[in-house]
């Protein structure tokens, strides 16, 4: 059972460049969200989906843009790079809707580096 | 706005307890907790919800005060393992699973 999947692991980008990091979860889960890390600062909602064909801002929208492309499929774009976009990046899944909160299941991260 | 952990790190012996807390400005339904060992992904390890159930998987416990917005995780006997990151993620509104994470606290356990 693999969980969450992210791709790539690493990256290394240089400014301006775009690209997409993706996420897949094999759990039947309906809502998956992207987080980014940074030291210090905790992990910070990105966006999330908390069903397939929505998608809602989280705290830290600007310079993202994301697709859930079906129920196993969630993914962050970069459109055009900056460095302060340097992070660990994580996705997530829940199950969610009318059994109480449900934990969330880490992807195990892409860390980006944007020069 | 980010819930407050306190403290921001912990250093302790095997077998020592320690107490993490996490506040929030802001009315909750429910708090994540949450650890996170270096390098790796953070684990689930328990959920508060309002009006006092708990779900969660570890010998760990919690609480969760709905009138102060507060939440604390107890670690006792403490063990190598327990050594890590602990995230508190505070849920404003029922039934989004939309978490606001706090920055963390530092948790080193020594032999």
């Known amino acids: 059972n693999a969980g969450v999947t992210q791709t790539p692991k690493f990256q290394v980008l240089k400014t301006g460049q775009s690209m997409t990091l993706q996420c897949a979860q094999d759990m039947n889960h309906n809502s998956m969200y992207w987080y980014r890390q940074d030291p210090g600062m905790g992990l910070r909602l990105i966006y999330y989906?908390?069903?397939?064909?929505?998608?809602d801002k989280g705290e830290v929208p600007n310079g993202y843009n994301v697709s859930r492309l079906n129920k196993r499929e969630f993914s962050l774009r970069l459109e055009s790079a900056a460095p302060s976009q340097t992070s660990v990046y994580f996705c997530?899944?829940?199950?969610?809707?009318?059994?109480?909160?449900?934990?969330?299941?880490f992807g195990d991260g892409t860390r980006l580096s944007i020069l | 706005q980010q819930p407050v952990q306190s403290p921001q790190a912990v250093i302790l012996r095997e077998g020592e307890d320690a107490v993490i807390n996490c506040s929030s400005s802001k009315a909750l339904y429910s708090v994540h907790w949450y650890r996170q060992k270096h390098g790796e992904a953070p684990v689930f390890l328990m959920i508060?919800?309002?009006?006092?159930e708990q779900k969660g998987h570890e010998k760990i416990s919690a609480s969760f005060n709905e009138k102060k917005q507060q939440s604390s995780l107890y670690l006792t006997a403490s063990q190598l393992s327990y050594s890590g990151t602990y995230f508190c993620g505070t849920e404003e509104l029922r039934g989004t699973d939309k978490l606001i994470f706090g920055t963390g606290t530092r948790l080193q356990v020594f032999p």
């Open positions: 989906s908390a069903s397939e064909g929505t998608t």
């Open positions: 997530a899944s829940s199950l969610r809707g009318g059994i109480g909160n449900q934990p969330q299941h």
């Open positions: 508060l919800l309002k009006g006092g």
